[in-house]
């Protein structure tokens, strides 16, 4: 089945196998995806299923998205996302059905597409979680630089190297 889930990540751990060797694994909330509109062919020109994820409240969501969800008879979803099928597939599903996790069987490899959050030029402390200076005893325009990274280490800030 080539069909698309919306999940979230919550965090990345690790399982031992019976070897003793340690498998990295991201974890997912795979909560259920509801199909909110059908596309089809003759109307939209391509086949494709509409699925949201995550409850919103109905206040935090205009009046154009409401009527949408209305109209499937669902819950406002935070996230759209359409998933291309093929029509024979798409028969398989209605308007407001729930797709679970159990569409996959035990084993399966999936494909993992991520968004990472963009920090553009960013300092040490946005980036890497570096904590910021006290600002005494003489810490002068430095408060968010890095600092001392470890012992035997050097922080090459500019001008002479001084040994």
Partial sequence: MSIELLCRKIGMTQI???SGE???VT?????????VQKKTEATDGYTALQLG???RRPASTNKAQQGHFQKAGVAPK???MESRIDAKEAEGF???QEIKVEI???????????LSKGRGMAGVVKRHGFSIKRRTHGTHEAFRHGGSIGAGTRLRTGGSDCR
């Fill in 94 to 96: 209605e308007v407001g």
């Fill in 16 to 18: 031992f196998e019976e």
């Fill in 53 to 55: 994820f995550e409850d």
């Fill in 22 to 24: 340690a498998v990295p």
């Fill in 27 to 35: 974890v997912l909330d795979a909560s259920p995806n509801v199909v």
């Fill in 78 to 80: 935070r996230h759209l």
């Fill in 104 to 114: 996959f069987e035990k084993g399966q490899r999936v494909d993992v597409t991520g």
